[in-house]
T-cell receptor
């Protein structure tokens, strides 16, 4: 069964600190992995997408890494801001069609002043 | 605003009642998806349309659930004889053929509470 597991389930950090969120997947075949940010009461918004051949990709203060051999990805947030408080969801797809997405349960991040 | 919109944003209903949700996708998007999300969990796929054709349905979509996209534009999701277990956030997303891989654009969701 295709699965995406994220850790930790929740995380509290102080404003300005860095943090790293983890995603392990068993989806096979693998095409790409996307990280979404979901603010409370809102729909998810895409942060980054990584394909099989990519190891790292940055989007501002967000840096995603991918190890396709160990089937692990991480999302590193640098110099956290209060507005980073949200759930971060890892989404894996076996193909480019985008119809068979497997979502992780998300990591709920809270940034405190 | 040209994003995905959903209506209503919140719905409270009594067990046994029927509810209907609407999703308006981004105008040039031919694909539309419905998901269900419970608290602390990631979205779970319910169904998918390409234009007006419903191409895939999850086993989560029991016979009390029905979705339509009659003209290939907006979509409705109806839940008949609601149960307390139906309480969740119902998310709609859209994408277009040939767009960035897996780039689904999500609406704000409809939060359903069944009393």
């Amino acid at each position: 069964k295709n699965q995406v597991e994220q850790s930790p389930q929740s995380l509290i950090i102080l404003e300005g600190k860095n943090c790293t969120l983890q995603c392990n997947y068993t989806v096979s075949p693998f095409s790409n992995l996307r990280w979404y940010k979901q603010d409370t009461g809102r729909g998810p918004v895409s942060l980054t997408i990584m394909t099989f051949s990519e190891n790292t990709k940055s989007n501002g203060r967000y840096t995603a890494t991918l190890d396709a051999d160990t089937k692990q990805s991480s999302l590193h947030i640098t110099a956290s801001q209060l507005s980073d408080s949200a759930s971060y969801i890892c989404v894996v797809s076996p193909d480019n069609a985008g119809n068979m997405l497997t979502f992780g349960g998300g990591t709920r991040l809270m940034v405190k002043p | 605003d040209t994003g995905v919109s959903q209506d209503p944003r919140h719905k409270i209903t009594k067990r046994g009642q029927n509810v209907t949700f609407r999703c308006d996708p981004i105008s040039e998007h031919n694909r539309l998806y419905w998901y269900r999300q419970t608290l602390g969990q990631g979205p779970e796929f319910l169904t998918y349309f390409q234009n007006e054709a419903q191409l895939e349905k999850s086993r989560l979509l029991s016979d009390r659930f029905s979705a339509e996209r009659p003209k290939g534009s907006f979509s409705t999701l109806e839940i008949q004889r609601t149960e307390q277990g139906d309480s969740a956030m119902y998310l709609c997303a859209s994408s277009r053929t040939g767009g960035a891989p897996n780039e689904q654009f999500f609406g704000p969701g409809t939060r359903l509470t069944v009393l």
